[in-house]
C-alpha cells in the first residue's frame, strides 16, 4: 500500500510541475507521510534537464512546506492540547511524537523551528507544538521558510546531481529514497550536532546564572 502511495506521489509532482512539487511538500509538512526526498531530488533533476527552473522549484518547495506547516500550527493553536491528545492518533498524530515535538520546541525555542525543518520526524511536526504555545506567527513563519527552502536546495541539488549520474533512480523512488538518506546522513548528523551544542550553551548558561544567583 505504501508502495503505491509514494509512486502516485512521485508521479504527482512529476506531472503537475511546480503546483505538484508546491502541493507534495504542502501535504509533507503536515500529518500526511509524503517523504520530501521522492519529491525535491526528481524536480531538481528535472529542473536540470530543462523541464523547471531550478530556483523555481526550490521556491515551489519551500513555500509549500511553509504553507503546510502554517496550516498545522493554526489547527493547534484552534483545537487546543487537550484535543490533540485525545484524538491525535486518528489524525496520525499520537501522543508520544506530539510530546516529542513540544520537547523539542520546549528546548530550542524560535532556532528549533529552524532546526527542525532540516531533520526527518520532527520537520513535519514542529508546527503543532509551536501553535499550541502560540509562538508569535511571523517568526514561527519566517523560520519555517528559510528552514524549509534550506532543505528544499539540499534536496533539489542533490536529485540534479545524483540522478544525472544514477538516471535508474528516477524509475525507482524507494532506491531514490535510501541514496537520498544514504548520501545526507552526514549532513543530518551535523545538524543533530548543532542542536546538540544549542543545548548545552543554553544548559550552561542557566547553570552560570543560577550559580551567580547563589
Known sequence: MLHQLIKIWFEWSRDMGYVGVFLMMALESTIVPVPSEIIMPPAGYWAAQGQMSLVGVILAGGLGS????????????????????????????????????????????TGGV???????????????PAGLVRMPFLPFLLVTFVGSTLWCSILAVFGARTIGSQPGLID???????????????????????GAGWLFVKWFGQRGRTAGAR
Request: with cysteine.
Open 66 to 109: 511553509t504553507f503546510g506547516s502554517a496550516l498545522c500550527y493554526w489547527f493547534s493553536r484552534t483545537v487546543g492540547r487537550a484535543v490533540l491528545l485525545r484524538y491525535g492518533k486518528w489524525l496520525l498524530l499520537p501522543p508520544e511524537r506530539l510530546e516529542l515535538a513540544e520537547r523539542w520546541l520546549n528546548d530550542f525555542a
Open 114 to 128: 529552524f532546526l527542525a525543518r532540516l531533520l526527518p520526524v520532527v520537520r513535519h511536526l514542529i508546527g503543532f
Open 172 to 194: 525507482d523512488p524507494e532506491a531514490l529514497m535510501q541514496a537520498v538518506k544514504g548520501n545526507l546522513f552526514w549532513f543530518i548528523l551535523l545538524v543533530a550536532g548543532l
